[in-house]
T-cell receptor, first 117, second 112 residues
Framework: ETGVTQTPRHLVMGMTNKKSLKCEQH?????MYWYKQSAKKPLELMFV???????ENNSVPSRFSPECPNSSHLFLHLHTLQPEDSALYLC????????????????FGPGTRLTVL | SQKIEQNSEALNIQEGKTATLTCNYT??????LQWYRQDPGRGPVFLLL?????KEKRKERLKVTFDTTLKQSLFHITASQPADSATYLC???????????FGAGTRLAVHP
């Protein structure tokens, strides 16, 4: 495995529910990412955290709220989602830290398959 | 606008042949290009990184080329095996924070 775990692996929720996705990395990395992968579409970067500080927010709707309490854990809080938000949500980590290097490899978790009814 | 294109049609090849996948990009000047493999229901796994000043990179049965004039990368798998069947994604680094821009991927099916 890659050293990045995600829970739950599958989630079905109604549009009025509130749920959270969890990601944990065991690689000692300093940067963590949330991506969205919809069918037949490229991975879309949602958020980037470096040393627990959000450094990138790619115009993501406010119904998605990330949280990074420490460098090993990343959450994505979901509230009043729409059916078009159904997708595979992937978490990744990289060495990052004070100086990102473009050669840093990103390590992905297995993803959470989200279905919004 | 910036765009990364990979052949969206599945590539079907016979075991033992060489698979060649294409990644074209426009309106980028990336210093690095990466290739990832993704199996169904799993996250992408890093395979190779090539720098703009490297024309070719090899790792076991994998070979990647990077032509910054053509704005194209080719990904080759020699002596392909059914276990190589997966979706292969190319990704460019864009901006700071190791921000990766991915193509939609090409699905490869290797038949015995």
């Amino acid at each position: 495995e890659t050293g990045v775990t995600q829970t739950p692996r599958h989630l079905v929720m109604g549009m009025t529910n509130k749920k959270s996705l969890k990601c944990e990395q065991h690689l000692g990395h300093n940067a963590m990412y949330w991506y969205k992968q919809s069918a037949k579409k490229p991975l879309e970067l949602m958020f980037v955290y470096s040393l627990e500080e959000r450094v990138e927010n790619n115009s993501v709707p406010s119904r998605f709220s990330p949280e990074c309490p420490n460098s090993s854990h990343l959450f994505l809080h979901l509230h009043t989602l729409q059916p078009e938000d159904s997708a595979l949500y992937l978490c990744a980590s990289s060495q990052g830290g004070g100086g990102f290097r473009d050669t840093d490899t990103q390590y992905f978790g297995p993803g959470t398959r989200l279905t919004v009814l | 606008s910036q765009k990364i294109e990979q052949n969206s049609e599945a590539l079907n090849i016979q075991e033992g042949k060489t698979a060649t996948l294409t990644c074209n990009y426009t309106n980028y000047s990336p210093a690095y290009l990466q290739w990832y493999r993704q199996d169904p229901g799993r996250g992408p796994v890093f395979l190779l990184l090539i720098r703009e000043n490297e024309k070719e990179k090899r790792k076991e049965r994998l070979k990647v080329t990077f032509d910054t004039t053509l704005k194209q990368s080719l990904f080759h798998i020699t002596a392909s095996q059914p276990a190589d069947s997966a979706t292969y994604l190319c990704a460019l680094t864009s901006g700071g924070y190791n921000k990766l821009i991915f193509g939609a991927g090409t699905r490869l099916a290797v038949h015995p």
